[in-house]
């Protein structure tokens, strides 16, 4: 899906990501990173981020009517995006469905588990597949802590803050404040789902994709309960040990197809 909108083909990705696959990024920023985990995942994303320079070069010889195209003649106040724009935005773009993917793999296990849930949703997919979105993306966001630094000097919540102090945001606590949400710990697809939570971010850094994004997740999770009934784990999941993400190793279930 990623490829497709960005405009790329398959003979342009095959084979160029084999090096990322074999390494986990974000445990390099957890507590038992070990410097030859670090050069492996250096290595990868310095493989990863000379084959993008190269369909960005291929992209100015021959344009086409694509995102990558367009992102090359892309242009800001200062002039052109510089190289190291490009690169970040094609990853930031890229790598976004894979934790697309991780919040639909999360829904399903929240209608799995709770069923008076599911049939609900069940009983009008349209009506409800909003709130089964947002729902999913409150309760169980991809990522959820991001990296800041403080802007200023400043206390907030007991603590001091020096300005440039690198602090982690974690989104999964905000999402379940009480003072925004009744009974935050319960998952119901109910709620407003215009009271949104921080799982997209906000202010300048609200995420650009989050309109894709809402729309995978609504659609994959109606279809599935549109489609499959009788929901139930064939296994305990297990949550892959990330550092910053909700991510299930990977998820079996048992369901009978809703028409039999």
């Known amino acids: 899906v990623m490829m497709e909108f960005l405009g790329l083909g398959a003979d342009e990705l095959s084979g160029s990501f084999a090096s990322m696959a074999r390494v986990n990024i974000v445990d390099c920023f957890g507590p038992r990173v070990t410097p030859e985990l670090r050069a492996a995942a250096n290595a990868a994303i310095q493989s990863s981020m000379d084959h993008v320079a190269g369909l960005y070069a291929k992209r100015r010889q021959e344009p086409r009517d694509d995102l990558l195209t367009h992102l090359v003649q892309a242009k800001d106040v ?3 995006l510089s190289h190291g724009e490009l690169i970040t935005l094609f990853s930031t773009i890229f ?25 609900l949703f069940r ?21 959820i802590a991001i990296g800041q630094k403080s802007a200023v000097a400043q206390e907030a919540f007991g603590l001091s803050f020096e300005a440039g102090e690198p602090i982690a945001v974690v989104l999964g606590a905000a ?13 119901d697809l109910r709620r407003d789902p215009n009271v949104m939570s921080l799982t997209f971010g906000m202010g300048a850094h609200f995420c650009l994709g989050h ?9 994959a999770l109606a279809c599935f309960v549109a489609r499959c009934d ?31």
């Open 78 to 80: 200062d002039g052109e």
């Open 175 to 187: 999402n379940r404040d009480p003072a925004r949400w009744e009974d935050p710990e319960r998952f």
């Open 230 to 260: 009788a929901l139930e784990l064939a296994n305990e999941p297990r949550w892959i040990p990330f550092v910053a993400e909700n991510k299930l190793d990977r998820l079996v279930l048992r369901f009978t197809d809703h028409g039999a």
């Open 123 to 143: 009983s009008d997919p349209e009506r409800w597949k909003k709130g089964a979105s947002e729902e999913t993306l409150r309760f169980r966001p991809a990522i």
């Open 211 to 219: 309109a894709m994004a809402r729309a995978t997740v609504e659609e």
């Open 95 to 119: 790598g976004s469905g894979a934790s697309t993917t991780s919040v639909v793999a999360s829904g399903l296990l929240e209608l799995t588990r709770h069923p008076d849930q599911a049939a």
